[in-house]
């Protein structure tokens, strides 16, 4: 079969398309496994240090700052990293007050006992016991006032308009 001479030539030609180099991260990677915290917190423990420094220049620099935006965005900066590290802590306290319990099951479970496991409820409970296991009386005095109120105002924000009226009378 033959072909036409006077079809035009394309003035593009035709080139084989590059493959696209895709990165991967090995720590969201399927072949990696499940995610173990424990593991990836104690392998990336030196970011801890790393963030502490920051936040130490992040004071420093606010100390320094000469514009009231200037420090109000660093400030901000650094609220939220204190915050985030004391979420890391709480959630690091946490574990391991489940951990224990695991522990001291496995123990019992050896001895013949049946397993138990905590309830979420028990779980806040042994977390409260373990937070004020840690301060002292004053802090521990205080930490129970401050929850009082907050649950005082949540009350009182819960409570229907009607009967809020009836009581100011």
Known sequence: ????????VSRRREILPVKKIEYRDPRFDS????LDEARAQKAYAFLDDY???EMKQ???AVKKAKTPREKEELQRALMSMESKKKAKDRKERERA???????????????????FYLKK????KRLLLDQFANMSEKQVEKAIEKKRKKVAAKEKKE????RRGAEER
């Open 159 to 162: 409570m229907p308009f009607a």
């Open 31 to 34: 072949l990696a496994g499940p």
């Open 121 to 124: 409820s028990e779980q806040k």
């Open 97 to 115: 007050v489940i951990e224990e319990h695991r522990k001291q099951e496995k123990e019992l479970v050896k001895q013949g006992k049946k397993p």
């Open 58 to 60: 992040l004071r420093a």
């Open 1 to 8: 079969m033959e072909m036409t001479s006077k079809r035009q």
């Open 51 to 53: 963030r502490d420094d």
